[in-house]
């Protein structure tokens, strides 16, 4: 079982950075592939960006596509999203999860994934 804990989030700027850490604990993260979800209240969990296993593959949702940036580091056992050029629509709860098994055609599916963490709330202010 692995334990993930969100930091990061915050108020910000529209046009402004910020860079979302995901810390793992329980088990090393490199058996699993991870992926950033968000939530808006009243609506749906959405899919935001994931990462394999090793690192080398990478797939975003449209809306961030160009601005965000998924990445990780095993070593530190660390999944991180540099979210840059804020929009006030990228306002809600960002989840980090952990998935150990998946199809990379599915890795979007937040109904996949095995583990999640507690969120941290980003706002980004007009």
């Known amino acids: 079982q692995v334990q993930l804990r969100e930091s990061g989030g915050g108020l910000v700027q529209a046009g402004g950075s910020l860079r979302l850490s995901c810390a793992a604990s329980?088990?090393?993260?490199?058996?699993?592939?991870m992926g950033w979800f968000r939530q808006v209240p009243g609506k749906e969990r959405e899919f935001v960006a994931a990462?394999?296993?090793?690192?080398?593959?990478?797939y975003y949702a449209d809306s961030v596509k160009g601005r965000f940036t998924i990445s990780r580091d095993n070593a530190k056992n660390t999944v991180y999203l540099q979210m840059n050029s804020l929009k006030p629509e990228d306002t809600a709860v960002y989840y980090c999860?952990?998935?150990?098994?998946?199809?990379?055609?599915?890795?979007?599916?937040?109904?996949?994934?095995?583990?999640w963490g507690q969120g941290t709330q980003v706002t980004v202010s007009s």
């Open positions: 990462v394999s296993w090793s690192g080398g593959l990478t």
């Open positions: 999860a952990a998935v150990q098994s998946i199809n990379w055609n599915n890795i979007q599916l937040g109904s996949k994934y095995d583990y």
């Open positions: 329980g088990r090393a993260l490199s058996s699993y592939a």
